[in-house]
Each structure stands twice: as C-alpha cells, then as structure tokens.
C-alpha cells in the first residue's frame, strides 16, 4: 500500500523539464521559468520546475573537451551555466510557488542539489543504474524520482530494492527514451505492470511525444500514474524548439486534460517492455565511462572506498570500456593504467572479461576506441544586444511575437460580441466593420462600443498573459508587474482631433519612474492604418517635458500639450508592428499616434501601463497612478522653488 508520505510528495506532481533549454542563457531560463510559472497558477497545478546539474569541467573527459562532433559533449559544454546563475533560477523557480528541482549526472552535483536545498532529486533514465551516483544521491536522504527508460526487470527490482532498504521516498516514471517519442512508442500499459510489481509506490509517466497532449494525460491518468514529467521551453528570439518539448500554451492543454481526466475517472501489462535497440543506442552514449586520476601497476585491487579516490567517471563511453554502470570490487588490474586513461574489460579480471555475453555487450557499446577528440577551435559570432538593454539605452523595444495569436482572436472576437450586442440589429464580421457602422451610422452607440472595450475579459486576459509579464520581466526587470491602467484606442481617418500629438505617459504612469507601457496592436500596423511615431531616450536624455494646457479644450488630447521643442527629426516610426507583436517603452519616451489614411480601415491598440510592485516608489506613492507631484519632476520642481 503506497504510503501516505509519499502520496503527500509525489500525487499529481507535475515536473516541467526545462533540461539544457536555457541554452547557456540565464535571461532565457528565467523567460521559460516565468512563463510556465504563470500557466502553473492559473492552473492551479501543483508543479516543479526542474533543472540539469553537471560538473562540466569533470563531466567531460579532457581529451575530447571542445569536440564539436559529438552532440552530447557539444551540448553539455555549451549549456554550461554558472553556479551564480543555477542558484538565481531555483531563487525564482520557489518565488513563483513552483517546487525547485534537479536531475545530477555525477557527485558533485547531487552537493549542489543539497546546497540548493532542493526538496526532490530525479534520476535519469541513463543513470538509473550508475551505482556511484546512486549511493551519492541516497547519501541525502531526499525524496527521488526515477525515469526508468531503457530499464530490465531486474534493474527494476534492484533500484526499488535499494531505495526501500534505505526507506527514502521514490516514485517510478514509466519512460520511453526517444525523442520524440510517437504514439505507437509510448506503451502506456506499463504503467499497469509498473504499479502491480511495486503496489507500494506512485507510479508516473516521463512523455516525450510531441503532436498531443491530452490523449496521453486521459489515458495515462485512467491507468493510475499520478507524476507526470514533460520537457519544456518557449518559442523566443527566434530560436528553434525542440518537437518533444512543450510551449506554455501546450502545457496549459496539459493540465486542462489533467483535470477533465480526475473529473471523469472513478491494456494490461504483464511483462517489462521490450527495450528497442535504437532506444538502448541512445541511453549508451550518455552512459560515463571508467578512467585513471593516476598512472596504476599491475595487481593494484578495486575497492569500492577507494574508486573515487582513484578512478573519475566522464563522458563519452569507449567500446569495451567499464562504465558507471559496472560494479567491481575485489577484481585486480592485470596491465598497466596510464593517467586518464579508460579503463576497460582488458585491464581487469573477473567476470566482465570471462563471460563471453557481458564481454561481447561491453565492447559493442560506446565510441569507437581510441576516437580522436576534435581540436578546432570555434568563435561564435557576438550576439545582438539583448532587448533589456535596447530598453534601457533607447526607453523602448519591439518585441515580435510576443503574444499567442490566440489570445489576440479572442480579444477580436470578444469585441465583435460586444457590437453585436449593442445592435442586435447588425451583423459584423470584422472589426473594420463594427467601427464603420458606428461611426456613420450611431456615434452614440459607438461610444459605448469604445468605452466597453477597456472592460472586456479578453483584455484582461491580455494583461497578465505569459508574453506580456514575462517580456516585463525579461526587458523592464519587474518581479511582480502590477496593471496601474488599461487604455483602448481604436483611430481612425477623418478622426485626427483625438490623437495625441507628441507626450510622454508619465502623466498617467507618474506612480513611479519605473513604470512601463506595453503597446499591443489587435490588428496589423501598416501605412494604411498609421502607426507610432517614437523618439529614442539617447536624443531626448530622458529628459520629462514641460506641459501646458491647451489654448482650447475640445478633446481629451488637448490635455497634454508639450511647449519645449523637441527632437523631432530623430523620430523613428513603427509602421510594421504585427498583431501579437509588443512596443515596451518607458514611462518618459515622447512618442504619439500617426493618422490613419485608408477610408474604411481602423486601428484598435491595447496600451497597458505596469509599475513593478517591489518598486519601492510605487509603494511609497501608495499605489497611486495619474498624481504629479512637484518633486518627481524636473520643470514642477523649479516652478515650485520659485
């Protein structure tokens, strides 16, 4: 009977791999942390962001450091982050109220994950019989996780063995180690034989499959599996995602099946699947391999106290070579061992050497003996600036594709619903269409129809959704966005007394000098339909503009009226900004609306305006957006000195 402890630790845990996704980056990791974090709580799912540890600089022997050829070195060397950059990760992984975690492929690692105090440890599927990590890891006494891809029967029973002797949680993942997995690999009835043979333990699904993510959630969630495990990442400066890895809008069809299969609930496997070759191939070659700290003579005995004292283990694993897999203890060496060396089933006595079977399984594993390392150096060419330092230099950038497409449909959507509402009489099958008939046909109802589309869920929805926080943390560095102000406009031609000509939102945004405006297009800015006139903060120094009212009030643009001159001729203008697409500027960037020229076409903008809540001047303003006060700004400061 699985214990209550356990049910408490691992049931309907959900482990988000974000593996070597950051690709190096911390801007990026911390991008896919917070945009899974948010799908996580509006899921209300109880999940852990997990992390991959290595010691890089052992992990991978020295005689192939820098080669190119091999994938899994070139990866693992230019993944590599810093311990200052780990330790930032689980820092915003726990802000988020996600469980911070860790799969170690060597020793040194598993220290890391105690350093980090991380509450569970996974094991991978390659390493579930790599005995020295193991004994390493049940060192800590911390719950575990075991994907068990690639795994005999008795690999099975001697894992579970070992962990109950020792009475440390675990829980088991039915895992298929093939990226992607596809539907007729996942052998979902093994999670039926994996809860018969340990009735003791939760029993999950590791899936890589990457063209559903319902079916087997539905299926898996019947079978009885309660941890699941998917890798995951975001489609983010342009960089390719992997097809076995999940987006947070396909994490968030996840969960949703998730919780329709606990509300509708309440095969069979007999056997320990069969093991394909090319699934075997591939768990090899991330196998370490056995090799020398020093130069050892004939007759020099192993003993498990002093393996690691003179033996390391590393990456890639030789044909022929003892891994970490192999146990040995009491054999003897019978040739010589220079330093750094592999240690084969040559250099040993013993059983790997006789049994004609276990021989001809070592030497048909792993790189060819001998394989050369790649000595050619390669210098990758500088990257772009980043987007927060564009906003910072500039005040402003343009993000592209920052918003799901589908969160823009729905806000049109939800928008031609509120027309129709207004005139049940009509039929509207665009936006253009709604604003034309209202415009010439009603302006009292067009009104409504412009003041209702501030309240609009879907606009809402837009506010928080994981592109619009993540890029203010990514590029504003807010840890907590706070929406001080929603805006709407829709333009039109032969409208151009309501545009604002050039201002800064600091009138709106004052709360604090911090705050940022996110600029969201529902349709495509072209030509036709205007666009935004913008003057970077290098021209203007960031200076705060004087204002004045206007000679004539007839609109609510005459408020704010500039009279100091401006740097006009430096103006860049936007007229290529998709639907989907973010302009984040500061609270002090000039900039103003373009007139829209075609007849029949109009431009429905989104402005949204955050200040940071760990601000400590939006704080002390009391939250309070739309308040100048003399002393925050420059020109009110000497009028008031005066």
Not at 259 to 278: D, F, N
Not at 502 to 519: E, K, R
Request: glycine letters at 6%; one cysteine or more; aromatic letters at 10%.
């Amino acid at each position: 009977m699985i214990s209550q402890r356990d049910r408490a630790l691992f049931e309907n845990l959900f482990v988000l791999e974000l593996a070597n996704n950051h690709l190096g980056k911390l801007e990026r990791g911390l991008r896919i942390v917070r945009d899974h974090a948010t799908v996580v709580r509006y899921n209300n799912i109880k999940a852990a962001i997990k992390l991959q540890f290595r010691d890089v600089d052992e992990f991978v022997h020295r005689g192939f450091k820098g080669n190119k050829d091999l994938r899994y070195v070139k990866k693992t060397e230019e993944t590599k982050l810093s311990k200052a950059d780990f330790a930032r990760l689980v820092e915003e992984i726990r802000r988020l109220s996600c469980i911070p975690m860790a799969t170690p492929f060597d020793e040194a690692s598993v220290d890391l994950c105690v350093e980090f105090d991380m509450p569970v440890i996974k094991i991978a599927s390659s390493d579930m019989n790599d005995w020295p990590l193991l004994e390493k890891v049940a060192s800590t006494r911390r719950p575990v996780i075991v994907s068990t891809g690639g795994a005999s029967e008795k690999d099975l029973d001697d894992l579970v063995r070992f962990f109950e002797r020792r009475d440390i949680p675990f829980s088991l993942n039915h895992c298929v180690s093939l990226y992607p997995s596809e539907d007729g690999d996942l052998d979902l009835d093994q999670i039926d034989y994996l809860r018969r043979r340990y009735p003791d333990h939760i029993v999950g699904l590791s899936t890589h499959e990457c063209g559903d993510w319902h079916s087997s959630m539905l299926i898996s969630y019947g079978k009885g599996a309660r941890t699941w495990e998917r890798h995951i990442d975001v489609d983010y400066e342009g960089v390719a995602v992997s097809s076995y890895c999940s987006l947070p809008e396909q994490c968030d069809a996840w969960f949703k099946a998730f919780h329709k299969a606990a509300e509708m609930c309440g095969g069979r496997g007999e056997s320990r699947r069969v093991i394909s070759r090319r699934e075997t191939e591939y768990l090899d070659a991330l196998v370490r391999g056995v090799f020398a700290r020093r130069d050892l003579e004939p007759g020099y005995v192993f003993a498990k106290e002093t393996f690691l004292r003179d033996f390391y283990l590393a990456i890639p694993l030789q044909k022929g070579q003892i891994s970490c897999r192999e146990v040995i203890n009491g054999e003897k060496l019978i040739s010589p061992l220079k330093k750094d060396a592999a240690l084969t089933i040559d250099h040993v006595d013993g059983p790997y050497n006789e049994n004609s079977t276990l021989r001809g399984f070592i030497m048909n594993r792993g790189l060819e003996a001998g394989t050369p390392p790649a000595t050619v150096a390669v210098t990758a060419p500088a990257p772009p600036p980043p987007a927060a330092a564009r906003y910072e230099e500039d005040g402003y950038v343009v993000l592209r594709g920052a918003v799901d497409r589908q969160l823009i449909d729905d806000a049109k959507a939800d928008l031609i619903r509120l027309a129709q509402s207004i005139d049940k009489d009509s039929a509207f099958d665009d936006l253009d269409a709604c604003w034309n008939h209202f415009k010439h046909t009603n302006r009292a109802n067009g009104g409504t129809f412009y003041n209702g589309f501030k309240f609009l869920p879907s606009i809402h929805r837009l506010s928080i959704a994981p592109g619009v926080l993540g890029k203010l943390a990514d590029v504003a560095g807010m840890r907590l966005p706070s929406l001080i102000d929603i805006n709407c406009r829709i333009d039109s031609s032969g409208e151009e007394k309501y545009l604002f000509d050039w201002h800064q939102d600091y009138w709106f945004s004052i709360a604090s000098t911090q705050a940022a405006v996110v600029w969201l297009p529902l349709v495509d800015v072209t030509e036709e339909t205007g666009g935004l006139d913008i003057i970077s903060n290098r021209a203007t120094a960031g200076k705060i503009y004087r204002t004045a009212a206007g000679g004539e009030y007839n609109t609510y643009a005459d408020a704010v009226v500039l009279d100091e001159p401006i740097p006009e001729a430096q103006a860049v203008t936007l007229t290529d900004v998709r639907a989907g697409d973010l302009v984040v500027f500061k609270f002090n960037v000039l900039h103003r609306s373009r007139a829209v020229s075609a007849a029949t076409k109009s431009r429905f903008t989104v402005q949204l305006r955050f200040c940071d809540l760990f601000d400590q001047e939006f704080l002390g303003n009391k939250f309070r957006p739309g308040t100048v006060k003399p002393d925050q700004v420059d020109y009110l400061r000497k009028e008031a000195a005066e």
